[in-house]
């Protein structure tokens, strides 16, 4: 049987990549969307056409009552999970602190921090022998915001960046002799559609010059970096936070 993977967010770029790579590295590959069915849709059909397994998984990670369901048609349709990608994650228009509504916050702490703990709460309730399971691997996106701050545009992401890198040390020592790994992938400026989301559709053309690579990275350059970490070649790294960022 094909390892089961969970990418979410993976109906486009850097989650999108993954499943794809990961797909081709032999997972059957789990692909959560929370509105874009026809993205989702069309990934799994790009595995699919290519001989892999996979299926979209319908779910808005900030919602636990979602999380239990997806969980639940994982364990029926590909069976118990054995690697999780904590991909999903929102940004917001570039805004000072003192412009910051509450909502807002809310929306971006809920689906970045609190979605990341359900999906690896339920991932280790499949994972860890303590439930019956055998181990297993866990790879969450934080941000190279984490390290910089993003001071004038997005403050509540970066700090939600900055849990998620505590989330990752803290869980990667919990269950580490579980046999379950837990790191961490920094992507710093990626040209993908995040940034047309927080209004700034040329954002990494834009800070291109800034990178010491001279270049932004691509979802692919991410992806290749995360599926590593989920794989065996990486059986002795753990709780490691690794930037993708071209040097910056």
């Known amino acids: 049987m094909k390892p089961v993977l969970l990418v979410t967010g993976g109906s486009r770029g850097i989650g999108a990549a993954t499943a794809l790579l990961a797909a081709e590295a032999g997972y059957a590959v789990a692909v959560n969307y929370s509105r874009s069915s026809l993205a989702a849709d069309e990934v799994v059909r790009q595995i699919r056409a290519a001989g892999g397994q996979a299926m979209a998984a319908q779910a808005d990670v900030a919602r636990e009552s979602d999380v239990l369901a997806m969980f639940e048609r994982i364990d029926a349709r590909l069976g118990r999970l054995d690697a999780l990608v904590n991909n999903a994650g929102i940004v917001d228009q570039a805004r000072r602190v003192d412009q910051m509504e509450l909502d807002r916050l809310r929306r971006m702490f809920d689906t970045n921090i609190l979605g990341s703990f359900l999906c690896a709460r339920e991932a280790v309730r499949r994972m860890s022998p303590r439930h019956g399971g055998h181990g297993g691997a866990i790879v969450n996106l934080s941000s190279a915001a984490a390290r910089i701050g993003s001071p004038g545009q997005y403050v509540d992401y970066a700090a939600s960046k900055g849990a998620i890198d505590t989330f990752t040390l803290g869980l990667a020592r919990e269950v580490a002799a579980e046999g379950i790994r837990v ?14 989301s927080g209004g700034q559709p040329d954002r990494a053309r834009e800070l291109a010059p800034q990178v010491p690579m001279r270049r932004a990275g691509s979802a692919q350059e991410v992806a290749r970096t995360i599926v590593w970490l989920l794989s065996p070649e990486a059986s002795y790294t753990t709780g490691a936070l690794i930037d993708v960022s071209g040097g910056r």
Do not use: Y
């Open 183 to 196: 790191n961490a992938v920094r992507p710093g400026i990626i040209d993908t559609e995040i940034h047309a």
